[in-house]
């Protein structure tokens, strides 16, 4: 069975850092990932989405990359702003797509 | 882009009695959809797979007689949360996946916080 962990669990960084959250999963035989945000009592916000047979995916100050093969993905945030704290989680379908499988979530605090 | 819409976003019903969440897809057709079950300071557990005119298909350990989905549209699915009790006090988010475009990504409701007392 899929297992997706994510380090660190907990991040605190002053504004303007540049920060880098870490996935990774067991099972390489993924169709996709998929990095999301969280505000607490909130659902999910979509960031980026990765096909399998990609390296990696930008949005604005958001950089995910993928490393299939050794069961790795990153988030790198640049230039952290006190709006992204949230809770940010990775999650990765099976190969049919069908399955969705979450990391634990990494709690992210910009200090003003 | 894709948009699902959850409601309620909160609930809060007395113990024994049943919930309905809904899980609309607004511009897409959803043959599929997902329920999710989050507890505080957890990540998501999914609890079935909600699959358009069949029967959904439940999670090892998730009691399909208590959680009741139906399908019955290709933009609706509903889960039933029946003779609630305050250990089903949770968070319950629904997703569906739409299809093609640039990626096949899973779009998220914002969430039902259902509360039992």
């Known amino acids: 069975k899929q297992e997706v962990t994510q380090i660190p669990a907990a991040l605190s960084v002053p504004e303007g850092e540049n920060l880098v959250l870490n996935c990774s999963f067991t099972?390489?035989?993924?169709?996709?990932l998929q990095w999301f945000r969280q505000d607490p009592g909130k659902g999910l916000t979509s960031l980026l989405l990765?096909?399998?047979?990609?390296r990696e995916q930008t949005s604005g100050r958001l950089n995910a990359s993928l490393d299939k093969s050794s069961g790795r993905s990153t988030l790198y945030i640049a230039a952290s702003q006190p709006g992204d704290s949230a809770t940010y989680l990775c999650?990765?379908?099976?190969?049919?797509?069908?399955?969705?499988?979450f990391g634990t979530g990494t709690s992210l605090t910009v200090i003003p | 882009g894709a948009v699902v819409s959850q409601h309620p976003s909160r609930v809060i019903c007395k113990s024994g009695t049943s919930v309905k969440i809904e899980c609309r897809s607004l511009?897409?057709?959803?043959?599929?959809m997902f329920w999710y079950r989050q507890f505080p300071k957890k990540s998501l557990m999914l609890m079935a797979t909600?699959?358009?005119?069949?029967?959904?298909?439940?999670e090892q350990g998730v009691e399909k007689d208590k959680f009741l989905i139906n399908h019955a549209s290709l933009t609706l699915s509903t889960l039933t949360v029946t003779s609630a009790h305050p250990e089903d006090s949770s968070f319950y988010i629904c997703?569906?996946?739409?299809?093609?475009?640039?990626?096949?990504?899973?779009?998220f409701g914002s969430g039902t916080r259902l509360t039992v007392v």
């Open positions: 099972d390489s035989a993924i169709y996709n």
């Open positions: 511009d897409f057709q959803a043959t599929t």
């Open positions: 909600s699959n358009e005119g069949s029967k959904a298909t439940y």
């Open positions: 990765i096909q399998s047979s990609q």
């Open positions: 999650a990765v379908s099976s190969r049919t797509g069908n399955q969705f499988y």
């Open positions: 997703s569906a996946r739409a299809m093609g475009g640039q990626g096949d990504g899973y779009t």
